[in-house]
Structures are given as structure tokens and as C-alpha cells.
């Protein structure tokens, strides 16, 4: 499958995962190609075990489609038969209960031609456990869209001169109606498998928002033709026998030697693209390890990395969910989740007054702290201190709107600092910053669990532009030092501050847990995880405090 996938650039592949337990006979896993116009429309795959794989499409018009790719293995392991089958029921009556169209793409290694006498003259020996998964589909109105060929030399499987037919797709009842053809490909000349595809071709209305489901359901896709046969003239009635008997001379296939050839020649591209690909991994390996640790960790834990690309976006609405493929719709949706991700849940304060006693006296001036010593806190920064503060900030961050990092400012001429320098006295004399600086690009990256096209299982990593943080530095430096000098913070607000450390009240908690221990007396430790804090802070309360 990663030969195929590096080859078939057009097409998004959707594997299962592979159970590498030992109780568990090895399998190759199953996989699913989607031509790349498609897979926008993947909301998300559900790989239920190394030979069960589904896929969800959503589509305008609450038109959602599920796919499944399952492998069966033969009667030699019957409990892990037994155990795909069940999955695969189950799967199937809980998309039959969320309301999805679905289609079954299978080797069942069963043959449905020796169930059908069952199933209609002996439905008590058809209903037992061993004909469950054929007795399933069929009492539940799936149709199985494998054609029977009128050739007894052509069918899906094909081994020691021995052709049968093993592989099937089945579709729901609602799907069926969009059926056009099938047919099985003779691949013997193109491929070494024993195996020839199923080619099945559906109406492409199913996914226009013009045929909605309950409309789908009405139509039935049984649409009345009517052929003016009286106005026919017989010079078309003879270019009609002639065109249908062309269609009927199709040479047979032949097993040339050209396709001998290929066949060999593909192999060989493969061998080399296998030989050439473990090389090439084993030399990124060793120089991972001298240079990038973290790389070569994650590959030997075998660590997959999440990524996020938002060209569609999944609304879990409770009546009408939805898949998102419009980039102005994803944008708004995007806007509109992050606006609202950490809600206020209180009504905002006017005035310190307001507050409670407790927390008014904390949020009220100190009488011990002249407000003097805030005097030169917005005075103009010199060119030194201004270098000073750019030089400090750290190389290899991510840039803002503007793509303007911190090395490009660091590297700046004496014109263009001095014009900069020139916008910043701007913002110290107006108490306010350029429009522009407030602007941001927020990223999504995923958190521990499936992404799902879901952007509440995300977190935002917000990007601002390096002069506003460059500023934003310069500032809380001047504050810093000037809380640090006339001892403005007591107790334990002193974090962050000039030579300020986190040692005391580590030292203290030590003391009391040791102490704990010592006396065998009971001990109750609360630890609040205040990391995001100052990500959601409500302003008026940072007003109040400054």
C-alpha cells in the first residue's frame, strides 16, 4: 500500500491500524483510495481492527456516506472469522441507527451463490450461526452489486484453476437506488494477484445538495422513460443493430508477452523503491540521532504525528451535524469557536466598589506604594535600551501576520531602527498601539485524542507580531524592575520578577510533607494547574489590578 500511495498522487489513502498482538495471526491490513476532490469530504475513519476499516463522507444536504473496506479470513481461523464478523454487524446496525448511506467493499471468503437456496427454500438452517453475516445483510434488504457473469471463466478469485466468487459490495437499501453498473475487471493480464476488482458506478446526484434524503427516498431513483418509437426511421433502427453488434464482437484478452514484461518490470520498481526507502530511513535515523533527539525518539516508540489541516470542518449539531468544505463557511466557523471557547460565565464589574469586601481591599491602591514611582514607566525608550530589548528575545519563534520575525529585527540597519524607534515613542506618548499589531494568526493543534474534524478537540496556538511583543517586553521589563525595587508584591506574588525564584515556597512544602511523614499525621495537599491562566483572564479585572 505505500508503494501504491507514493505512486497514485490523485488519491488520499485511508489504512486501518495493524494488530501486532501475538495472539493475533499477522495481516497486511485493509486500505481505502479516495481521489483527492473527495477527500475534503472525509469527516473522519475508524480503523475497528486490522481488517475492519470505515470511512465517513459528509456532503451538502445532510447527505452523510459510509464506507467500508473489511477483509474476512478464511474457515482455518474461525474464532478471528467470528470476530470480524461481529464487528462488522455491529458496526453496521449502529450506521444503519445514525442514519448514513453505506456500502460494504469485502473479501468475505464465503460463497453468497451456495446461501441463496437457503435463504428462500431453508430460512431455519439459512438463520444459524455460521450463515449470520449473508443472513444479516439479506434480511435487512442490502443488495449485493457483484454481477453474475455469464462467463464461467471470469470471477473474483481465481486459484489453481478453481474461479469463484468471494468478493463482494453490498450497499444499504437507500443506496441502492443510486445504482448504475457493476462489473468485475479481468485483471489476470495487468496483475499477479488472484484476486479481479469489483467496479461498481453510482449516480452522482447522491452527493448534490439538489437530491435531498427524504426526496431520495421518495424517488427510489425509479424514473419512467418514454421512447418515441413511431418516430424512428429505419436508417436508425439499422445504425442501432450495427452499434449493438460492434459491442458484441469484443476480442477475448489476451495473456501477451508485452504484458509478461510489465509485470516484471513493475516488481523490479518496486524492489528498488523498497531497497531505495529503507536506506533512506536508516541514514535519516542515525542523523536524527546526532541532531534531532526528538525525532529519532519518536520514531523508535513508533509516535505518529497529528496534524491538522483545516479544509473541513465538523459541526456536531444535535439535528442536522454537517461537514464544512467552504473556505469562507470553515473561516467563520473557526472565528466563531475561538471567540467563544472560554466563555464568561459572570457579568462584568463597573467599579472596585462592587467587589466584595475581601477582594475589594486586595484590588484597592496601597497606601504604602506612592503611585510616583510609576512616573517614568511610559517615558521614550532610548535607541540602547530599545537594541537591548530586541537582542533579549529569543530566535526561532513563529512570526505573526506580517511574517516579520525576531532575527529580521535583530538584523536591522541604523535607518530602520531609528524609524522603528520612532513608531515606538509613538506608542509610549499615545498609550496605544497600530491596529495592525492587534491582529493575530491562531493555529489549531490537536490535542491528545482523535482530531475528527472537530475544532473543541484542538487548542489554539496564538501567533502576534514580534514589534508588539518586542514592545510588550520593553514595557514589562521597566515594571518588573520597578515592582522589584520599592517591594510592591508580598507573599507569593513574586514570580517572574528580577532574581525573584520559586525556592521558598518549594522549600516550605517539602518541610510540610517531611514533617507529615515524620508524625504519621494525615495530610491534604491541593495543586491547581494554573498554566493557561492568564490565556483566559477577564480584562476588567486586569483593569482593576493595574
Known sequence: MHFLSKRLSNYTVFSSYLDTSQHVRSSGGVSLFIENSLAPHVHTYTSHSSRLLSVDLYFKGNIKLRIFVVYIPPTSDQVLRDTTIDLLTQALLDTKRLGFHHAICEDFNMHLDQFYPLFFNQPQIASKRIHRLFNFLLSNGYVNFTPANSSASLGTFQRANVITCIDYIWSCPLLKSFLLTSLIFDACDNSLSDHNPVITYFDSSLLCSSVKLARARQLKRCIRCVFLLDSVSPALWDDFSAYIDTLCNTPPTTFALWHINQIGLHLLKEKEYQDFSIKAHIEKRDLDFDTDI??????????????????????????????????????????????????????????????????????SPMDSISPAIYDSLLSPPSLDEWLSTISSMPNGKAPGPSMITYEMLKHLGPAANALLLILIHKCFASADIPDLWRQAMVFPIPKPHEWRCQLQNTRPITLLEVIQKSFVKLFYNRLSSILAAHNVLTGGNFAGLPRGTCRNPIITLESIIHDANCTKSPLWILSQDISKAFNSIHLTMLKFAL
Request: charged fraction near 15%.
Open 294 to 363: 526528538s525525532s529519532f525518539i519518536n520514531s523508535a516508540l513508533s509516535r505518529s504525528c497529528q496534524q491538522i489541516v483545516l479544509d473541513h470542518v465538523f459541526i456536531d449539531h444535535s439535528t442536522a451535524p454537517c461537514l464544512l468544505t467552504d473556505p469562507l463557511d470553515i473561516s467563520d466557523a473557526v472565528v466563531n469557536h475561538f471567540q467563544h471557547a472560554v466563555p464568561v460565565k459572570s457579568t462584568p464589574l463597573l467599579h472596585i466598589s462592587i467587589l466584595p469586601d475581601r477582594w475589594r481591599s486586595a484590588y
